[in-house]
């Protein structure tokens, strides 16, 4: 009996919890977790020379890939409604035609969305087409030479005047504001320097500037006196050298020391502060143009240099400010394509209109930068003095 009022009364509690249960409510769903954006990892490639004698000039260019990107990464930008984070894959080419498409093909299989580079003509034209080939869009920031965007690649961009330009405006300058009537020319043999001297000496030819002497050494020469000795005996008014900066100073140093007498020009590459530290004194005077304004009269120039030089305790080289604003190109063709995939955003290069750090860069159809200015300094008191810039004519030396 004991047992039985037992097991009733647990089936009446039983009963009485289930009837009460009828009327609970169900508990709230628990709050949805706010979905996390996806992070959108976007590989930029930067080649250039890191090792060897023009190795100043190529980490100068990485720099600015490199301070572009920090930039990039501090903003939070967003392509297509995902927070994307920028990461450098910088690779050195020796300013090496050869290792610049070995280099090329390195980036292209490590998967970057574009490349920065290269910094020599002759490196960058063999590399475009591996590039062309992966689809990866290319933005040269100093590469000059005009076969690089004459290839008929829809990759290859740059974002300085090219030598069709920059020569003409170097032999203008020389026969009407040197009042030159004579020129010995040399270069260094590579794309960039024979390019220089070749679009310089056809323009000097047809204002009237006799070439006294036509020259060719290599790159990786630091004995020019053979050469100097020949030219010394034409007596030019003008010496002019297409060539890199650790060519251009014992060039100009051994002038001095034989006693030529001629003023000395040349073009971008030799336009450093590295050239006037192997120089020395006898860089006094010596000129070189360079595609761009004064550093110090780009619209974000001097922010820029104030910038370059906190963050890596030394001045700008040279080609860092467009090293910096080519990625900044490629990132606002990502944001207005809505995606960092090459085959999405290279469509929007074509139609960049960009206020720079250098100024404003679209291109034409060749991807060839638009009115490209170009500055001519001269060297006085151990620093480079800008004596002019212009705005070449876009098409001039167009084959």
């Known amino acids: 009996m004991h047992t039985l009022r037992q097991i009733s009364v647990a089936l009446l509690t039983v009963a009485l919890i289930a009837g009460c249960g009828k009327d609970t409510p169900p508990p709230a769903p628990k709050a949805a977790t706010p979905a996390v954006p996806a992070v959108l990892n976007v590989k930029i490639g930067s080649a250039s020379p890191l090792t060897g004698p ?8 990485r720099n600015g890939v490199q301070l572009a990107i920090d930039d990039a990464n501090a903003a ?11 990461e450098l894959v910088a690779e050195d080419d020796e300013a090496n035609p050869t290792k610049a498409t070995t280099v090329a093909q390195k980036l292209a299989d490590a998967k970057v969305a574009a490349v920065v580079g290269h910094f020599n003509s002759g490196a960058s034209i063999p590399a475009s087409k591996i590039y062309s080939d992966a689809g990866i869009p290319q933005i040269s920031p100093s590469s000059t030479n005009p076969k690089y965007t004459q290839q008929g690649f829809k990759t290859t961009f740059r974002v300085v005047a090219h030598d069709d330009q920059q020569g003409p405006t170097l032999a203008r300058f020389a026969a009407k504001t040197l009042q030159a009537k004579s020129v010995a020319v040399i270069d260094d043999s590579t794309a960039y320097g024979q390019g220089l001297a070749d679009a310089f000496e ?32 034409t007596k030019p008014d003008l010496v002019m050298f297409g060539g890199i900066d650790p060519q251009a100073a014992p060039m100009i140093r051994q002038m001095k020391e034989l006693g030529i007498k001629a003023k000395f020009i040349g073009g971008d590459g030799m336009q450093t502060p ?5 120089a020395g004194d006898a ?8 595609p761009g304004l004064p550093k110090e009269q780009m619209p974000g120039g001097n922010a820029f240099l104030e910038k370059y030089k906190a963050k890596f305790e030394k001045e700008v080289e040279l080609f860092a400010p467009m090293g910096y604003d080519a990625v900044m190109v490629f990132i606002d063709a990502m944001k207005r394509a809505g995606s960092a995939d090459p085959a999405k ?30 500055t001519i300094y001269v060297v006085k008191g151990g620093k480079w003095e800008p004596l002019e810039t212009v705005k070449p004519d876009a098409d001039a030396g167009r084959k």
Request: glycine share 12%; proline share 3%.
């Open 283 to 290: 860089s006094d005077g010596a000129m070189a143009s360079i």
């Open 274 to 278: 590295n050239f006037i530290k192997i």
């Open 202 to 233: 056809n323009t000097a030819k047809t204002l009237g500037v006799k070439v006294l002497a036509r020259e060719h050494t290599t790159d990786k020469d630091t004995d020019f006196r053979a050469i100097l000795t020949k030219i010394k005996g």
């Open 76 to 86: 939070n930008i967003e392509i297509g409604g995902a927070k994307a984070r920028f």
């Open 345 to 374: 955003f290279l469509p929007e290069l074509g139609k960049t209109d960009y206020q720079g750090v250098i100024g404003p860069i679209a291109f034409d159809e060749k991807g060839d930068l638009k009115n490209g200015p170009i």
């Open 54 to 61: 023009q190795a100043h000039i190529g980490i100068d260019i």
